[in-house]
């Protein structure tokens, strides 16, 4: 049978081929107890078809076997595949893994809202964060800083003036109105009382606002505003608006909303250099925030959306200051009503009184005014009101630096015009630089103070304060001349003259007091003596030898032997040169002090300096005006004074000032120098007769210096006194040319003049002003001087002749009178006889021929008719030797080279 066996088959394709020279892999493995029981050999597994077929003919248990061993087989490589597939999964399974082309890219829903809530944990931890690190800073510099505003004495405001330059004043919320309060909060962040200082609502309406092509907001609330103003900057970034939603919060959080608001509305921008409510009153309405409408309140409120927009006056075409822009005016109604509208809707507004303020109209602001300009005199008068704060101890400059305070003065607005206009039409009239080159440099200053209150009302500064920094109303440097002559005649008749025998200090009781009748020599060019009869002697500057101090007039002029009241009149500066000295320069320093010049402006006075008399000193107009108003206030010394009170509103403190008086000069003394200053005005041959249009009583002097570098005009009414000078000196070197140097200089050709007196342009000055200044106020005449005679002797100077006495008769006594006979009355016309025929108590007891030495200081003969100074004498009214007249007379060229010679006109 073996050749019928059927062959196997061919083994077909890869799978059957037996020369792969591969060695074929085990046979499967039977499962365990398959086969027999204990001992049996297990079954060889088969390998070919055959084998399988055999076998399945052997029996089904067979195949459930081979069945099982193929299933094990199975499971177990399936194990393997589970086992390799198992692998860690990503803790975020991005890319998708299981997924291939886009779909691994897209997360899942699952992943989206993981990473949301991921997002938002960490952002709003991240605001924790920020939040509990962030600390509120300290404000900006400039948002704490203000300006100090000062006043008028009228109580309008003059100007804002601070070492900052910025233009606040911080008021407390309870100083502002409430309408204001209301307004702001109504236009601008109307859930301000209740939000947590942001709103993010508002934030998201602006944002939606401007994608949609609207207007551009801002979304910010008043807190936030507030906190940009205070403490950040104006950058627009995101990095200052993350901290300002922060800082918002944070502030929100930590202050009231009264102290929000009230810090808003002292920090905010309002226009026109106005930073806070307060400067804005004042810049757009001339008044304090108190003060302010309504209807007002809601136009600042609309600046705060921009003041380029809504202020009237800027942007318009006409370029001037006062001209209105129709764009700006029409935006700035439309905007103020809406204000009001949102108050009646939102606000604290009554329906009715929005229908009335709407029917009143739009509350037109005043045109621009520059709030802080210091130029022309404003500069010099806060200058001299902060001085004098600081004088009084009232504030330090650090203080004033600071700002914020309101400081009220006594300058009054007309009076300040007035006076500037006077010098500006002097000077214009006849100062010409260009055409002359002695009119270079040429300065003015000037002052009027009330006399028995000391209140500066005026002054002249100078040109302008932002070209010229020196105020030369104040203390410029510049003598004063035959001015100071006054206090030499009062301290003669308050203290007197010394005693010749005695030392050179002395006190009032060793002295003899004086009237202004008492006669002096005037010979110009005379030698001046000591108190006690020696010549003073100086050392020539040239030569290094002492010579005698040889004292000039003006002018050469000489008038013999005068009164000091004619030498007051003509200006003769031998009388007082020689009558200072014999008081003593200290005392007459002691006098010129109590009528209210500085000590420090007095300069050296002793024995050694005879010219001091003929003022040497340099106390300035205001000081000058001062001591005159003393003599006009019948002695009652008043020290000068600018503020009459100062507040700072945010720090509470308040300050004032009391004028005080003392009687430095009995009335009669200080009446007498004003009766002998009149008549340097009325006089004949007065030095002042020219302001005599001003057709009241005037008291003064004029002055003219050495050299004539500087001349001056101070005279006084019972209601002001004025002093006006006049110089020539150079701000800086910059402004020298040629051989001009720096210093006081001479005023020789000036104006087209031989020389400058105080009877010329400074006069001038004066004039003008007190035409303005005593416009429709009352005529008031002097008061009443006492008899001369009552105040002293009248005194003969050193070298003045003794009075000539003419011969009388002796009363004859008859023989056969009795010295003890008594009239009767039986006999009435004897009557009449006795007091010719009998000496009186009254007799003078000296001798006829008894006369004073020539150099006896201590004479007190009065000047009788016909003799030197007296009527029809020599010096004397009516007499010989006075001068002409007619001021324009000509005279003597004077020289330029006379150095040391003081001209007293």
């Excluded at 001369?788 to 003045?800: A, F, I, K, Y």
């Amino acid at each position: 049978m073996s050749e019928h066996r059927r062959k196997p088959p061919q083994s077909r394709g890869r799978r059957a081929t037996g020369s792969s020279g591969r060695r074929a892999g085990p046979p499967p493995v039977p499962p365990a107890g398959h086969g027999g029981g204990a001992g049996e050999t297990p079954e060889r597994p088969y390998g070919s078809r055959a084998e399988a077929r055999r076998a399945t003919q052997r029996g089904g248990g067979r195949r459930r076997a081979v069945e099982t061993a193929s299933a094990a087989e199975g499971a177990a490589r399936s194990g393997r595949r589970r086992a390799e597939a198992a692998k860690k999964k990503r803790f975020i399974d991005y890319p998708r893994s299981g997924y291939s082309g886009l779909r691994r890219w897209v997360p899942s829903w699952k992943q989206v809202l993981g990473s949301t809530l991921a997002f938002f944990v960490m952002l709003f931890g991240l605001v924790g964060l920020a939040y509990a690190l962030t600390e509120v800073p300290d404000p900006n510099d400039v948002a704490v800083q203000e300006t100090n505003v000062y006043y008028w004495a009228d109580g309008e405001r003059m100007v804002v003036s601070g070492e900052s330059n910025v233009n606040r004043q911080r008021l407390a919320l309870k100083d502002m109105p409430v309408a204001m309060q209301d307004s702001v909060i109504s236009a601008e962040n109307a859930s301000f009382r209740t939000d947590p200082g942001i709103d993010i609502m508002g934030i998201g309406r602006a944002v939606l606002n401007m994608a949609r092509g609207g207007d551009v907001q801002s979304g910010s609330t008043i807190t936030q505003q507030y906190v940009k103003n205070m403490y950040l900057t104006q950058d627009q970034t995101i990095e200052r608006k993350a901290r300002e939603l922060l800082l918002s919060v944070k502030v929100g959080a930590q202050f009231t909303k009264d102290e929000i608001l009230e810090g808003y509305l002292n920090t905010s921008d309002f226009g026109r250099g106005a930073l806070g409510i307060q400067a804005a009153a004042q810049a757009y309405y001339g008044k304090d925030a108190h003060e302010l409408t309504d209807s007002e309140c809601a136009f600042l409120a609309a600046l705060l959306k921009g003041p380029a927009l809504y202020d009237p006056y800027i942007g318009g075409d006409g370029g001037e200051v006062n001209d209105t822009n129709p764009e700006n005016l029409e935006r700035a109604e439309s905007r103020w009503s809406w204000i009001l509208e949102r108050r009646a809707t939102v606000g604290d507004l009554d329906p009715a009184d929005y229908e009335t303020i709407l029917a009143e109209g739009f509350p037109m602001p005043q045109p621009p005014t520059p709030a802080m300009e210091k130029a022309g005199q404003i500069g010099y008068l806060t200058n001299l009101a902060d001085q004098f704060l600081i004088s009084q101890g009232a504030v330090t400059r650090e203080d004033l630096n600071k700002g914020g305070y309101q400081i009220h003065t006594t300058f009054d607005e007309d009076l300040m015009g007035q006076m500037e206009a006077a010098v500006e039409e002097v000077r214009d009239a006849n100062i010409d630089p260009e055409a002359r080159d002695e009119d270079r440099h040429v300065q003015f200053g000037g002052a009027a103070v009330v006399p028995g209150d000391g209140a500066i009302v005026a002054i002249y500064g100078g040109e302008d304060y932002t070209q010229h920094f020196v105020n030369n109303a104040d203390n410029p440097g510049a003598q004063v001349g035959s001015t100071f002559k006054p206090f030499v005649l009062a301290a003669a008749m308050r203290d007197g003259v010394r005693d010749p025998d005695g030392p050179a200090e002395q006190p009032r009781d060793q002295r003899t007091q004086v009237s202004p009748e008492s006669l002096y020599r005037s010979e110009d060019m005379l030698p001046i003596m000591n108190y006690n009869g020696d010549p003073v002697v100086v050392e020539n500057a040239e030569t290094g030898e002492e010579e005698p101090w040889l004292q000039a007039n003006f002018e050469g002029r000489d008038q013999g032997d005068i009164t000091i009241r004619e030498a007051m009149e003509v200006s003769a500066n031998v009388p007082f040169v020689q009558l200072g000295m014999d008081v003593g320069p200290a005392t007459v320093s002691v006098a010129a002090e109590d009528a209210g010049l500085l000590p420090d402006s007095l300069g050296r006075a002793d024995d050694t300096v005879p010219t001091f008399a003929l003022g040497v000193s340099t106390p300035g107009p205001i000081r000058m005006a001062t001591a005159y108003a003393t003599f006009a206030a019948s002695g009652e010394q008043a020290d000068p004074y600018s503020v009459t009170h100062a507040e700072n509103s945010r720090s509470g403190w308040e300050w004032s000032y009391e004028s005080e008086t003392e009687q430095v000069f009995d009335s009669a003394i200080a009446d007498t120098v004003t009766d002998v200053l009149t008549e340097v005005v009325e006089g004949d041959q007065g030095s002042g007769r020219d302001v005599q249009p001003l057709g009241r009583p005037v008291a003064a002097k004029t002055g003219t210096t050495d050299d004539n570098r500087s001349a001056w005009f101070v005279g006084y009414t019972p209601q002001m006194s004025t002093a006006i000078g006049m110089w020539r000196m150079p701000d800086s070197q910059e402004e020298l040319v040629g051989d001009e140097q720096m210093g006081f200089m001479s005023m020789y050709g000036t104006a087209g003049e031989r020389r400058i007196n105080g009877g010329s342009l400074p006069l001038d000055v004066w004039l003008a002003f007190m035409q303005q200044a005593m416009e429709g106020q009352e005529i008031q005449d002097f008061p009443t001087p006492p008899d001369p005679s009552q105040l002293g002797e009248e005194h003969r100077g050193t070298g003045v002749e003794p009075p000539t006495e003419e011969p009388t008769e002796e009363p004859t006594e008859e023989p056969t009178e009795e010295p003890t006979e008594e009239p009767t009355t039986e006999e009435p016309t004897e009557e009449p006889t006795q007091p010719t025929t009998e000496p009186t108590t009254e007799e003078p007891t000296e001798e006829p021929t008894q006369t004073c030495a020539p150099w006896d200081i201590s004479c007190d003969d009065q000047n009788p008719p016909g003799g030197p100074g007296g009527p029809g004498g020599p010096g004397g009214p009516g007499g010989p030797g006075e001068p002409s007249d007619d001021p324009t007379e000509p005279t003597p060229d004077p020289d330029p080279t006379d150095e040391g010679n003081w001209f007293g006109r």
